[in-house]
């Protein structure tokens, strides 16, 4: 009989979105693990299911690192997010008051069609809100450029200090004593 090498594995499930799985699978190979299934969790999200052998060298320094990964790739996301959170809030309300603008110089126009003034004024009203409502989305534009231009170094290095954490983390892999 041939002696087999038994290897005791510990498994991870993570979620993801699409669009950003090569980046996690990226990172947690980088400590070690290696993805054994993927499948499609829900409308734009994969469920990746992960496996490292549990008697993994410098496995604490690894968990260490992993976990710092984990937050400073939270980090670059959310601040990813945050490049357009702002401004989206900002179009939003904006937009609701553009077209309450122009509903309610609709409304006067309808309601008073006997009354010239009211319906002057309707109509001005009415013009009002279409370019309130068309200059919305050109104010939103300049608010995400603006608030890009101030997060995009802070991505630039969070990004840089990840990337850091990673190549440590194969270092460790890598290396046979401490």
């Not at 400073?72 to 603008?101: D, E, W």
């Not at 802070?154 to 990840?162: F, H, R």
Request: proline letters at 1%; charged letters at 25%.
């Amino acid at each position: 009989m041939q002696d087999k090498d038994f290897v005791s594995y510990e498994y991870r499930t993570i979620n993801v979105k699409a669009k950003d799985q090569i980046k996690v699978i990226d990172m947690y190979e980088a400590f070690g693990w290696e993805v054994t299934s993927t499948t499609t969790a829900r409308i734009d999200g994969v469920t990746m299911s992960l496996k490292r052998d549990r008697k993994q060298k410098h496995k604490q320094e690894l968990i260490k690192l992993e976990r710092q990964a984990e937050d400073m790739y939270k980090t670059v996301n959310s601040l990813r997010r945050a490049k357009t959170a702002g401004a989206s809030v900002f179009a939003y309300i904006f937009g609701s008051i553009a077209a309450l603008i122009l509903g309610g110089g609709m409304s006067l126009t309808m309601l008073m069609s006997n009354s010239i003034p009211a319906f002057v004024c309707g109509v001005i009203l009415g013009i009002i809100g279409i370019i309130l409502c068309g200059a919305n989305y050109f104010i939103y534009k300049k608010l995400v450029i603006k608030k890009t231009k101030s997060l995009l170094p802070v991505i630039d290095d969070t990004e840089e200090k990840l990337a850091n954490l990673l190549e440590k983390g194969n270092d460790l892999l890598n290396t046979e004593i401490i």
